[in-house]
């Protein structure tokens, strides 16, 4: 029979491993929390990076078809897939160009409003928010190749070694 005093030490004993048990779950669940928000963060400058890239191609060139065409050479460079056109891209490209292609000209529309030429209405480009249109390209790219798009973005960097001269 243990003894009153065993008995004690035993329940807090238990008490330690249920606290150690619950401070266990608490910080697992702040990482994956705090995961998720670096993953966001990242995430949301990599696509500053490169819807600002296109939109600011797309202003300095007043022509849709150069600016379009650049604007997606810029951001498959960036990515590093290409070199100098969208003509090294595979086949496999072909789904993301059509993604892709509308946003550019949206971002081009926005840069250069069309202006009412006589009794011609201007036309509305086919996406009115890229940045929601960009959202839905991230969505589609997900589902689809089972990667965040953005993630294309991470290059693996081997380390350096430090030489002191």
């Known amino acids: 029979m243990p003894s009153a005093a065993d008995t004690l030490v035993a329940r807090l004993q238990a008490d330690c491993t249920a ?76 789904p993301l160009l059509d993604w892709l292609r509308p946003i550019a000209e949206a971002l081009h529309a926005a840069a250069h409003p069309a202006q009412a030429d006589g009794d011609v209405e201007p036309t509305e480009p086919a996406i009115a928010d890229p940045i929601a249109a960009f959202r839905a390209f991230e969505a589609w790219y997900e589902a689809d190749r089972g990667q965040p798009f953005l993630q294309v973005f991470e290059r693996y960097m081997p380390p350096t070694p430090v030489v002191e001269f």
């Open 19 to 94: 606290a150690e048990a619950a401070e266990r779950t608490v910080r697992a669940e702040v990482e994956a929390q705090l995961k998720e928000a670096e993953r966001a963060r990242a995430f949301a400058w990599r696509r500053l990076s490169a819807l600002g890239d296109m939109a600011r191609i797309a202003a300095l060139e007043p022509d849709r078809e150069v600016a379009v065409e650049r604007q997606l050479v810029a951001l498959f460079r960036d990515i590093g897939w290409i070199d100098t056109g969208l003509d090294e891209l595979g086949e496999g490209a072909r």
